[in-house]
């Protein structure tokens, strides 16, 4: 999974079935200082009511339920991420 | 997902079965300001019907429907880009 | 799918099951000016009949045929580029 | 798979049904001479029992178990790293 | 299918069961000269026998047996690799 943030959304009425009803939000990957990196921007589908701004994990590869493959998804709404190198950095 | 521009298409009569009757779309990925990407070229099977110079979400990794496993396919056409860093940005 | 051109091919006879009988040719992605983009080499299944110097389409990911899973796949030859970004360039 | 160390980790209330009750470690993919790569960052599902500064392996795309698909996971711990490129390195 | 030599390999007691058994190779990704790009380390699953040196292909995405899935695996051993771009080379 990614670490990325939350920077916008799109709208696109013509969409494949799968994406209907979807929420999808433009994901910003994030480096290890948790800024955003330059031009690694996804589409994701929103599966846990993530909001603009928010850090999100999400994964890029088999969505996580078997039975309706869905696209790249947001797994998870990120309260604190603790990265203990070079001193401990606490996100709120 | 990523967001890519439709920027040509590919004529391939020798192509597999699961190839057979689609339309064979050049995609170029786009970056944070929605421009081009330099050799960040891709060939997407189009799903939704989407047109030269479109801007639309390709799903690089699974196929949508489970049971025909697609290449990578357009799964949307993108009306409106919201993207708030750095100051509102909206594409028409 | 990438956008590539068989520029070889490799001789393995200790191989896993999946690979037997296949031909293994080699692929270089390639740029928008569908010049090769350096160290950027696969190594692909060939579904379609492909030779040597042949433009190719490969999709790296999920083969094409739910049943049996193969990996890297070549799976179609293309004739014609349409790409139409700065002026319209065809390759023959 | 990738080599990667473990950096830290995320605390993530909201998060799809797949994640519950995972551990989500922070991961950092290793270079040649195992040190970590710059904006090289992951976050895995733990399923050894990996701890802070740990020497993993993580597998980026399917999980391991078909019935259960499971994000990014961690699937080994690793002791030892025998590179024998220029002269033997070991990573105790 | 990536190219790469076989470079090394690690030791892990602690791993999912789908590990258990299997020998985990270091591979180093080769760029079109045939030697080892930098940074491009990867961990494998044998399954065709290969050992120190070796050069081979590599699938990184899914396994090449529906059945059971396992990581990114060694699928052949090559003995020969004739790639024809700027005049024959060939890799005894």
Redesign the interface.
Same mark, same amino acid.
Request: aromatic share 6%; glycine share 4%; charged share 25%.
């Given at each position: 999974? #990614? @670490?990325a943030k939350v =920077? !916008?959304?799109? #709208?696109? *009425? %013509?969409?494949? +079935?799968?994406?209907k009803g979807s929420n999808?939000l433009?994901l910003?990957a &994030? !480096? /290890?200082d948790l800024t955003? @990196?330059? /031009?690694r *921007?996804?589409?994701?589908v929103d599966?846990? !009511?993530a909001g %603009?701004d928010d850090i999100v994990?999400a994964?890029?590869? &088999?969505? &996580?339920?078997?039975?309706?493959?869905?696209?790249?998804?947001i797994?998870?709404?990120?309260?604190?991420?603790?990265? +203990? =190198?070079k001193g401990s950095?606490t996100h709120e």
């Open positions: 999974m #990614i @670490l =920077v !916008g959304h799109v #709208i696109a *009425t %013509q969409k494949c +079935d799968a994406l999808l433009i910003n &994030l !480096g /290890d955003p @990196l330059k /031009d *921007t996804y589409v994701a599966c846990v !009511g %603009q994990l994964e890029k590869y &088999l969505a &996580l339920n078997k039975e309706s493959y869905k696209a790249m998804s797994v998870a709404i990120v309260e604190k991420v603790y990265r +203990d =190198v950095k």
